[in-house]
Protein backbone atom coordinates (compact mmCIF):
# COMPACT_ATOMS: atom_id res chain seq x y z
CA UNK A 1 0.00 0.00 0.00
CA UNK A 2 1.15 3.80 -0.70
CA UNK A 3 0.02 4.40 2.55
CA UNK A 4 2.58 1.93 4.19
CA UNK A 5 5.63 2.77 2.00
CA UNK A 6 5.56 6.47 2.79
CA UNK A 7 5.13 5.91 5.97
CA UNK A 8 8.57 3.82 6.13
CA UNK A 9 10.29 6.72 4.26
CA UNK A 10 8.99 9.62 6.19
CA UNK A 11 10.25 7.12 9.13
CA UNK A 12 13.82 6.67 7.43
CA UNK A 13 14.03 10.38 7.04
CA UNK A 14 13.10 10.86 10.55
CA UNK A 15 15.68 8.83 11.84
CA UNK A 16 18.35 10.12 9.76
CA UNK A 17 17.35 13.79 10.75
CA UNK A 18 17.11 12.58 14.64
CA UNK A 19 20.62 10.70 13.91
CA UNK A 20 22.06 14.35 13.33
CA UNK A 21 20.15 16.05 16.20
CA UNK A 22 22.05 13.66 18.57
CA UNK A 23 24.92 13.56 17.08
CA UNK A 24 25.55 17.35 17.51
CA UNK A 25 23.91 17.06 21.70
CA UNK A 26 26.60 14.21 22.28
CA UNK A 27 29.21 16.95 21.35
CA UNK A 28 27.83 18.92 23.37
CA UNK A 29 27.85 16.79 26.67
CA UNK A 30 31.17 15.58 25.74
CA UNK A 31 32.64 19.01 26.00
CA UNK A 32 30.10 20.61 28.57
CA UNK A 33 31.74 17.64 30.97
CA UNK A 34 35.73 18.53 30.36
CA UNK A 35 35.59 21.36 33.19
CA UNK A 36 34.05 19.37 35.71
CA UNK A 37 35.87 16.93 35.02
CA UNK A 38 39.44 18.67 35.45
CA UNK A 39 38.54 21.01 38.00
CA UNK A 40 37.26 18.51 40.29
CA UNK A 41 40.66 16.51 39.56
CA UNK A 42 38.52 13.31 38.29
CA UNK A 43 41.04 11.78 36.24
CA UNK A 44 38.80 8.82 34.93
CA UNK A 45 36.25 11.45 33.45
CA UNK A 46 39.00 13.17 31.98
CA UNK A 47 40.94 10.63 30.21
CA UNK A 48 37.28 8.72 29.04
CA UNK A 49 36.60 11.87 27.10
CA UNK A 50 39.49 10.95 24.86
CA UNK A 51 39.58 8.18 22.25
CA UNK A 52 42.45 5.48 24.12
CA UNK A 53 44.74 7.24 21.47
CA UNK A 54 43.66 10.40 21.20
CA UNK A 55 45.55 13.63 21.54
CA UNK A 56 46.01 17.10 23.17
CA UNK A 57 48.01 19.94 21.31
CA UNK A 58 48.55 22.66 23.41
CA UNK A 59 51.57 24.36 21.89
CA UNK A 60 54.28 22.42 22.24
CA UNK A 61 54.92 18.40 22.39
CA UNK A 62 51.59 17.24 22.18
CA UNK A 63 50.52 14.99 24.79
CA UNK A 64 49.42 11.41 23.28
CA UNK A 65 46.88 9.02 24.92
CA UNK A 66 43.67 9.44 26.76
CA UNK A 67 45.72 8.44 30.13
CA UNK A 68 48.47 10.60 29.68
CA UNK A 69 45.91 13.42 29.37
CA UNK A 70 43.81 12.28 32.27
CA UNK A 71 47.01 12.36 34.08
CA UNK A 72 47.40 15.92 33.94
CA UNK A 73 44.69 16.76 36.44
CA UNK A 74 47.34 15.23 38.95
CA UNK A 75 50.09 17.41 37.82
CA UNK A 76 51.30 21.02 37.83
CA UNK A 77 50.15 24.21 37.40
CA UNK A 78 47.37 21.83 37.37
CA UNK A 79 47.16 21.38 40.88
CA UNK A 80 48.07 24.63 42.07
CA UNK A 81 45.18 26.09 39.84
CA UNK A 82 42.81 23.93 42.07
CA UNK A 83 43.91 24.88 45.40
CA UNK A 84 43.79 28.54 44.49
CA UNK A 85 40.09 28.01 42.92
CA UNK A 86 39.62 27.55 39.58
CA UNK A 87 36.93 27.12 36.27
CA UNK A 88 38.25 25.57 33.07
CA UNK A 89 34.96 27.19 31.00
CA UNK A 90 34.23 25.55 27.47
CA UNK A 91 32.40 27.46 25.56
CA UNK A 92 29.10 26.46 23.42
CA UNK A 93 31.29 25.14 20.38
CA UNK A 94 30.32 25.61 16.64
CA UNK A 95 30.14 21.70 15.99
CA UNK A 96 30.19 20.33 12.10
CA UNK A 97 29.65 16.74 11.49
CA UNK A 98 30.77 15.03 8.66
CA UNK A 99 29.97 10.81 8.87
CA UNK A 100 31.62 9.30 11.90
CA UNK A 101 33.89 12.46 12.35
CA UNK A 102 33.40 15.71 13.67
CA UNK A 103 35.08 19.26 14.54
CA UNK A 104 33.84 21.21 17.15
CA UNK A 105 35.57 25.00 17.20
CA UNK A 106 35.21 27.17 20.20
CA UNK A 107 36.53 28.99 23.24
CA UNK A 108 37.85 27.76 26.50
CA UNK A 109 39.01 30.33 29.73
CA UNK A 110 40.44 29.21 32.76
CA UNK A 111 38.85 31.57 35.53
CA UNK A 112 41.47 31.97 38.58
CA UNK A 113 40.89 32.84 41.97
CA UNK A 114 42.96 36.35 42.38
CA UNK A 115 42.28 38.89 45.34
CA UNK A 116 38.20 39.48 45.47
CA UNK A 117 37.45 38.52 42.59
CA UNK A 118 38.55 36.01 39.82
CA UNK A 119 41.61 36.64 37.16
CA UNK A 120 40.92 35.64 33.66
CA UNK A 121 44.32 33.61 33.18
CA UNK A 122 43.87 32.03 29.79
CA UNK A 123 41.55 32.72 26.71
CA UNK A 124 41.90 30.15 23.92
CA UNK A 125 41.25 29.13 20.49
CA UNK A 126 39.61 25.35 20.47
CA UNK A 127 39.54 22.77 17.80
CA UNK A 128 38.22 19.53 18.78
CA UNK A 129 38.60 16.69 16.24
CA UNK A 130 36.16 13.83 17.10
CA UNK A 131 35.45 10.68 16.15
CA UNK A 132 32.28 8.50 16.57
CA UNK A 133 33.47 4.92 18.18
CA UNK A 134 31.28 2.60 20.01
CA UNK A 135 31.13 3.99 22.87
CA UNK A 136 29.79 7.37 21.65
CA UNK A 137 31.73 10.14 20.26
CA UNK A 138 35.21 10.84 21.70
CA UNK A 139 37.92 13.48 21.31
CA UNK A 140 40.60 11.93 18.72
CA UNK A 141 43.15 15.41 19.36
CA UNK A 142 41.78 18.64 21.51
CA UNK A 143 44.28 21.59 19.66
CA UNK A 144 43.60 25.27 21.49
CA UNK A 145 46.04 28.14 21.43
CA UNK A 146 45.85 31.36 23.34
CA UNK A 147 44.24 33.97 21.76
CA UNK A 148 47.13 36.60 22.64
CA UNK A 149 47.54 38.05 19.02
CA UNK A 150 50.04 35.29 17.91
CA UNK A 151 48.58 34.06 14.43
CA UNK A 152 48.20 30.27 15.30
CA UNK A 153 44.76 30.97 17.05
CA UNK A 154 42.91 32.74 14.64
CA UNK A 155 44.41 29.91 12.05
CA UNK A 156 42.57 27.75 14.03
CA UNK A 157 39.20 29.26 14.43
CA UNK A 158 38.81 30.13 10.34
CA UNK A 159 39.48 26.27 10.22
CA UNK A 160 35.75 25.63 11.30
CA UNK A 161 34.47 26.99 8.11
CA UNK A 162 36.22 24.18 5.78
CA UNK A 163 35.22 21.20 5.63
CA UNK A 164 37.43 18.11 5.61
CA UNK A 165 37.32 17.68 1.57
CA UNK A 166 38.45 21.84 1.36
CA UNK A 167 34.78 23.13 0.43
CA UNK A 168 33.00 25.90 2.62
CA UNK A 169 31.17 24.46 5.66
CA UNK A 170 27.46 25.17 5.84
CA UNK A 171 27.00 27.45 8.86
CA UNK A 172 23.29 28.26 8.56
CA UNK A 173 21.84 24.86 7.29
CA UNK B 1 1.92 -7.45 8.60
CA UNK B 2 5.07 -7.27 9.49
CA UNK B 3 6.26 -4.08 8.07
CA UNK B 4 3.36 -2.46 9.94
CA UNK B 5 4.70 -4.36 12.96
CA UNK B 6 8.20 -3.40 12.45
CA UNK B 7 7.15 0.61 11.38
CA UNK B 8 5.59 0.41 14.76
CA UNK B 9 8.61 -0.34 16.87
CA UNK B 10 10.49 2.14 14.76
CA UNK B 11 8.04 4.78 15.51
CA UNK B 12 8.46 3.73 19.25
CA UNK B 13 12.06 4.06 19.46
CA UNK B 14 12.09 7.42 17.70
CA UNK B 15 9.51 8.53 20.40
CA UNK B 16 12.28 7.63 23.01
CA UNK B 17 14.97 8.93 21.61
CA UNK B 18 13.41 12.10 20.89
CA UNK B 19 12.07 12.64 24.46
CA UNK B 20 16.00 12.16 25.69
CA UNK B 21 16.86 15.14 23.41
CA UNK B 22 13.42 17.23 23.72
CA UNK B 23 14.99 16.55 27.73
CA UNK B 24 18.62 17.92 27.05
CA UNK B 25 17.14 20.61 25.29
CA UNK B 26 14.28 21.84 27.70
CA UNK B 27 17.37 21.84 30.41
CA UNK B 28 19.57 23.94 28.54
CA UNK B 29 16.52 26.57 27.91
CA UNK B 30 15.94 26.54 31.55
CA UNK B 31 19.39 27.37 32.21
CA UNK B 32 19.54 30.11 29.60
CA UNK B 33 16.56 31.71 30.83
CA UNK B 34 18.25 31.83 34.37
CA UNK B 35 20.47 35.19 33.51
CA UNK B 36 18.11 37.04 31.49
CA UNK B 37 15.36 36.83 34.28
CA UNK B 38 17.96 38.33 37.19
CA UNK B 39 19.62 40.85 35.21
CA UNK B 40 16.25 42.35 34.37
CA UNK B 41 14.85 42.22 37.70
CA UNK B 42 11.47 39.55 36.47
CA UNK B 43 10.48 38.53 39.68
CA UNK B 44 8.12 35.73 38.01
CA UNK B 45 10.36 34.42 35.43
CA UNK B 46 12.61 33.93 38.07
CA UNK B 47 10.28 32.12 40.12
CA UNK B 48 9.10 30.31 37.65
CA UNK B 49 12.06 28.31 37.17
CA UNK B 50 12.17 26.42 40.06
CA UNK B 51 8.88 24.06 41.58
CA UNK B 52 6.49 25.62 44.07
CA UNK B 53 8.91 24.08 46.80
CA UNK B 54 12.57 24.52 45.10
CA UNK B 55 15.80 25.35 46.79
CA UNK B 56 18.65 27.57 46.02
CA UNK B 57 21.14 26.73 48.71
CA UNK B 58 24.49 29.33 48.05
CA UNK B 59 26.54 28.49 51.03
CA UNK B 60 24.38 29.85 54.15
CA UNK B 61 20.64 29.03 55.05
CA UNK B 62 19.22 27.84 51.79
CA UNK B 63 16.60 29.94 50.20
CA UNK B 64 13.12 27.95 50.13
CA UNK B 65 10.28 28.35 47.65
CA UNK B 66 9.66 29.35 44.55
CA UNK B 67 8.42 33.12 45.57
CA UNK B 68 11.57 33.49 47.95
CA UNK B 69 13.79 32.86 45.18
CA UNK B 70 12.08 35.45 43.01
CA UNK B 71 12.28 37.91 45.11
CA UNK B 72 16.33 37.38 45.20
CA UNK B 73 15.93 39.87 42.44
CA UNK B 74 14.15 42.89 45.02
CA UNK B 75 16.95 42.86 47.49
CA UNK B 76 20.37 43.41 47.92
CA UNK B 77 23.27 42.51 46.69
CA UNK B 78 21.43 42.00 44.08
CA UNK B 79 20.10 45.45 43.32
CA UNK B 80 23.01 47.36 43.47
CA UNK B 81 24.65 44.76 41.07
CA UNK B 82 21.82 45.48 38.55
CA UNK B 83 22.37 49.45 38.97
CA UNK B 84 26.47 49.20 38.28
CA UNK B 85 25.68 46.66 35.85
CA UNK B 86 26.15 43.20 35.79
CA UNK B 87 25.73 39.58 34.19
CA UNK B 88 24.72 36.36 35.25
CA UNK B 89 26.67 33.92 32.78
CA UNK B 90 25.34 30.26 33.24
CA UNK B 91 27.90 27.85 31.09
CA UNK B 92 26.54 25.05 28.69
CA UNK B 93 26.19 22.83 31.56
CA UNK B 94 26.73 18.65 31.64
CA UNK B 95 22.92 17.47 31.80
CA UNK B 96 22.05 13.73 33.10
CA UNK B 97 18.70 12.65 33.00
CA UNK B 98 17.26 9.88 35.29
CA UNK B 99 13.98 9.25 34.08
CA UNK B 100 11.66 12.46 35.69
CA UNK B 101 14.76 13.88 37.61
CA UNK B 102 18.19 15.08 36.28
CA UNK B 103 20.99 17.00 37.00
CA UNK B 104 23.01 19.93 35.37
CA UNK B 105 26.68 20.43 36.54
CA UNK B 106 28.34 23.43 35.41
CA UNK B 107 29.85 27.20 35.92
CA UNK B 108 28.20 30.33 36.83
CA UNK B 109 29.93 34.00 36.61
CA UNK B 110 28.59 37.03 37.96
CA UNK B 111 30.34 39.77 36.06
CA UNK B 112 30.32 43.62 37.19
CA UNK B 113 31.38 46.91 35.43
CA UNK B 114 33.97 48.03 37.09
CA UNK B 115 35.76 51.21 35.99
CA UNK B 116 36.55 50.64 31.72
CA UNK B 117 35.83 46.86 32.05
CA UNK B 118 34.15 44.45 33.81
CA UNK B 119 35.07 42.30 36.75
CA UNK B 120 34.56 39.07 37.10
CA UNK B 121 33.01 39.13 40.70
CA UNK B 122 32.18 35.38 41.52
CA UNK B 123 33.09 31.99 39.99
CA UNK B 124 30.87 29.15 40.68
CA UNK B 125 30.17 25.32 40.55
CA UNK B 126 27.01 24.76 39.96
CA UNK B 127 24.93 21.26 40.31
CA UNK B 128 20.92 22.38 39.12
CA UNK B 129 18.77 19.02 40.81
CA UNK B 130 15.72 19.10 38.18
CA UNK B 131 12.27 17.69 38.42
CA UNK B 132 9.93 17.19 35.11
CA UNK B 133 6.80 18.74 36.19
CA UNK B 134 3.17 18.65 34.67
CA UNK B 135 4.20 22.17 33.30
CA UNK B 136 8.18 21.21 32.29
CA UNK B 137 11.07 20.70 33.56
CA UNK B 138 11.39 23.15 36.90
CA UNK B 139 14.41 23.22 38.97
CA UNK B 140 14.16 21.24 42.58
CA UNK B 141 17.22 22.52 44.04
CA UNK B 142 20.36 24.71 43.07
CA UNK B 143 23.53 24.24 44.96
CA UNK B 144 26.64 26.55 44.12
CA UNK B 145 29.96 26.92 45.95
CA UNK B 146 32.99 29.90 44.90
CA UNK B 147 35.54 28.38 43.18
CA UNK B 148 38.15 29.82 45.66
CA UNK B 149 40.27 26.51 46.51
CA UNK B 150 37.98 25.22 49.08
CA UNK B 151 36.73 21.95 48.83
CA UNK B 152 33.15 22.36 48.24
CA UNK B 153 33.35 23.85 44.53
CA UNK B 154 35.33 20.67 43.68
CA UNK B 155 32.99 18.21 45.75
CA UNK B 156 30.00 19.17 43.77
CA UNK B 157 31.39 19.47 40.06
CA UNK B 158 32.74 15.40 40.67
CA UNK B 159 29.22 14.81 41.46
CA UNK B 160 28.70 15.30 37.75
CA UNK B 161 29.90 11.84 37.19
CA UNK B 162 28.33 9.36 40.02
CA UNK B 163 24.39 8.72 39.23
CA UNK B 164 21.75 8.77 42.04
CA UNK B 165 22.46 4.70 42.49
CA UNK B 166 26.11 5.47 43.53
CA UNK B 167 27.40 3.95 39.72
CA UNK B 168 29.27 5.69 37.36
CA UNK B 169 27.24 8.21 34.76
CA UNK B 170 27.88 7.32 31.24
CA UNK B 171 29.40 10.67 29.57
CA UNK B 172 30.01 9.93 26.60
CA UNK B 173 27.15 7.93 24.90
CA UNK C 1 -6.75 0.24 8.87
CA UNK C 2 -6.73 1.82 12.45
CA UNK C 3 -2.88 0.85 13.16
CA UNK C 4 -2.15 2.46 9.90
CA UNK C 5 -3.39 5.58 10.73
CA UNK C 6 -2.27 5.78 14.38
CA UNK C 7 1.38 5.13 12.68
CA UNK C 8 0.85 8.38 10.88
CA UNK C 9 -0.43 10.65 13.72
CA UNK C 10 2.09 9.71 15.24
CA UNK C 11 5.00 10.05 12.62
CA UNK C 12 2.77 13.78 12.05
CA UNK C 13 3.86 14.51 15.90
CA UNK C 14 7.68 13.41 15.90
CA UNK C 15 7.70 15.25 12.57
CA UNK C 16 6.61 18.29 14.55
CA UNK C 17 8.62 18.03 17.46
CA UNK C 18 11.56 17.66 15.80
CA UNK C 19 11.38 19.75 13.58
CA UNK C 20 11.38 22.21 17.11
CA UNK C 21 14.33 20.58 18.56
CA UNK C 22 16.02 21.26 14.85
CA UNK C 23 14.63 25.07 14.91
CA UNK C 24 16.88 25.40 18.89
CA UNK C 25 19.88 23.21 17.54
CA UNK C 26 20.31 25.39 14.39
CA UNK C 27 19.71 28.90 16.50
CA UNK C 28 22.76 27.70 19.09
CA UNK C 29 24.89 26.63 15.57
CA UNK C 30 24.19 30.23 13.97
CA UNK C 31 25.29 31.81 17.14
CA UNK C 32 28.37 29.81 18.03
CA UNK C 33 29.72 30.61 14.33
CA UNK C 34 29.81 34.08 15.06
CA UNK C 35 32.83 33.97 17.63
CA UNK C 36 35.45 32.01 15.21
CA UNK C 37 34.01 34.16 12.11
CA UNK C 38 34.84 37.55 13.59
CA UNK C 39 37.88 36.65 15.69
CA UNK C 40 39.63 35.11 12.61
CA UNK C 41 38.86 37.80 10.26
CA UNK C 42 36.19 35.36 8.16
CA UNK C 43 34.35 38.18 6.23
CA UNK C 44 32.01 35.75 4.24
CA UNK C 45 31.57 33.93 7.27
CA UNK C 46 30.27 36.77 9.05
CA UNK C 47 27.92 38.04 6.47
CA UNK C 48 26.82 34.93 6.05
CA UNK C 49 24.84 34.76 9.19
CA UNK C 50 22.76 37.19 8.51
CA UNK C 51 19.64 37.75 6.32
CA UNK C 52 20.55 40.08 2.83
CA UNK C 53 19.17 43.09 5.01
CA UNK C 54 19.67 41.99 8.20
CA UNK C 55 20.35 44.53 10.90
CA UNK C 56 23.36 44.93 13.46
CA UNK C 57 22.27 47.51 16.19
CA UNK C 58 24.56 47.92 18.44
CA UNK C 59 24.00 51.67 20.44
CA UNK C 60 24.25 54.13 17.51
CA UNK C 61 23.31 54.15 13.67
CA UNK C 62 22.78 50.52 13.10
CA UNK C 63 24.87 48.89 10.39
CA UNK C 64 22.25 47.61 7.80
CA UNK C 65 22.87 44.71 5.08
CA UNK C 66 24.85 40.99 5.89
CA UNK C 67 27.89 42.96 3.40
CA UNK C 68 28.02 46.03 5.59
CA UNK C 69 28.07 43.57 8.84
CA UNK C 70 30.63 41.24 7.33
CA UNK C 71 33.01 44.06 6.85
CA UNK C 72 33.57 45.05 10.14
CA UNK C 73 35.94 42.23 10.68
CA UNK C 74 38.14 44.68 8.13
CA UNK C 75 37.86 47.90 10.27
CA UNK C 76 39.05 49.43 13.71
CA UNK C 77 38.80 48.78 16.39
CA UNK C 78 38.05 45.08 15.41
CA UNK C 79 41.32 44.88 13.49
CA UNK C 80 43.37 46.08 16.75
CA UNK C 81 41.90 43.79 18.86
CA UNK C 82 42.36 40.75 16.63
CA UNK C 83 46.17 41.94 16.76
CA UNK C 84 46.01 42.49 20.49
CA UNK C 85 44.39 39.09 21.04
CA UNK C 86 40.78 38.69 21.14
CA UNK C 87 37.72 36.42 22.34
CA UNK C 88 33.83 37.66 20.94
CA UNK C 89 32.25 34.63 23.53
CA UNK C 90 28.39 34.46 23.13
CA UNK C 91 27.00 32.24 25.54
CA UNK C 92 24.28 29.62 25.38
CA UNK C 93 21.27 31.87 24.48
CA UNK C 94 17.89 31.52 25.40
CA UNK C 95 15.58 30.79 22.63
CA UNK C 96 11.99 31.22 21.80
CA UNK C 97 10.91 30.26 18.48
CA UNK C 98 7.27 31.29 16.59
CA UNK C 99 6.91 29.75 13.77
CA UNK C 100 9.19 31.00 11.23
CA UNK C 101 10.35 33.45 13.58
CA UNK C 102 12.66 33.29 16.33
CA UNK C 103 14.96 35.44 19.55
CA UNK C 104 17.96 34.58 20.88
CA UNK C 105 18.60 36.04 23.99
CA UNK C 106 21.57 36.19 26.16
CA UNK C 107 25.16 37.89 26.61
CA UNK C 108 28.47 38.36 24.71
CA UNK C 109 31.71 38.90 26.19
CA UNK C 110 34.89 40.41 24.62
CA UNK C 111 37.78 39.10 26.15
CA UNK C 112 41.23 41.44 25.63
CA UNK C 113 44.81 39.97 25.83
CA UNK C 114 46.20 42.47 28.81
CA UNK C 115 49.42 41.91 30.37
CA UNK C 116 50.09 38.51 32.29
CA UNK C 117 45.93 37.44 31.21
CA UNK C 118 42.58 38.71 29.60
CA UNK C 119 40.68 41.65 30.33
CA UNK C 120 36.42 41.35 29.85
CA UNK C 121 36.73 44.68 28.08
CA UNK C 122 32.67 44.38 27.21
CA UNK C 123 30.28 42.40 28.68
CA UNK C 124 27.11 43.06 26.64
CA UNK C 125 22.77 41.79 26.91
CA UNK C 126 22.21 40.40 23.37
CA UNK C 127 18.71 40.18 21.68
CA UNK C 128 19.09 38.04 18.36
CA UNK C 129 15.94 38.69 15.97
CA UNK C 130 15.97 35.52 13.62
CA UNK C 131 13.94 34.63 10.67
CA UNK C 132 13.97 30.95 8.69
CA UNK C 133 15.16 31.39 5.35
CA UNK C 134 15.20 29.29 1.98
CA UNK C 135 19.40 28.54 3.66
CA UNK C 136 18.54 28.23 7.01
CA UNK C 137 17.94 30.67 10.08
CA UNK C 138 19.80 33.72 9.64
CA UNK C 139 19.83 36.96 11.83
CA UNK C 140 17.56 39.48 10.55
CA UNK C 141 18.81 41.64 13.29
CA UNK C 142 21.22 41.57 16.45
CA UNK C 143 20.73 44.32 19.01
CA UNK C 144 23.00 44.69 21.81
CA UNK C 145 23.66 47.18 24.91
CA UNK C 146 26.37 47.04 27.27
CA UNK C 147 25.68 45.84 30.60
CA UNK C 148 27.39 49.70 32.43
CA UNK C 149 24.18 49.84 34.35
CA UNK C 150 22.22 51.74 31.75
CA UNK C 151 18.86 50.90 31.35
CA UNK C 152 18.72 49.30 28.07
CA UNK C 153 20.57 46.34 28.47
CA UNK C 154 18.41 45.26 31.02
CA UNK C 155 15.34 45.97 29.34
CA UNK C 156 16.89 44.43 26.18
CA UNK C 157 17.15 40.85 28.56
CA UNK C 158 13.22 41.57 29.64
CA UNK C 159 11.95 41.33 26.65
CA UNK C 160 13.01 37.55 26.43
CA UNK C 161 9.59 36.89 28.66
CA UNK C 162 7.37 38.69 26.22
CA UNK C 163 6.21 36.94 22.78
CA UNK C 164 5.35 38.88 19.91
CA UNK C 165 1.30 38.88 20.88
CA UNK C 166 2.51 40.53 24.33
CA UNK C 167 1.93 37.21 25.82
CA UNK C 168 4.43 36.05 28.60
CA UNK C 169 6.50 33.46 26.90
CA UNK C 170 6.65 29.67 28.12
CA UNK C 171 10.06 29.28 29.52
CA UNK C 172 10.12 25.31 30.74
CA UNK C 173 7.77 23.72 28.32
Partial sequence: MAGENEDGSRIDALERRLRDVEDQLAIYRLLAAYGPAVDSRTEAATAGLWT???????????????QAIGDLV???????????????????PFVAVEGDRATATGYSRVYLHDGDGWKVERT??????????????????????????????????????VQSNGEETDVVS
Avoid at 52 to 66: H, I, K, Q, S
Avoid at 126 to 133: A, I, K, S
Fill in 52 to 66: ETGRYDYGGAPLVGA
Fill in 74 to 92: NIQPHVGYVERGCAHVIGM
Fill in 124 to 161: SANRWELERTQSGWKVANRVNRLLDGSPDGRELLSRAF
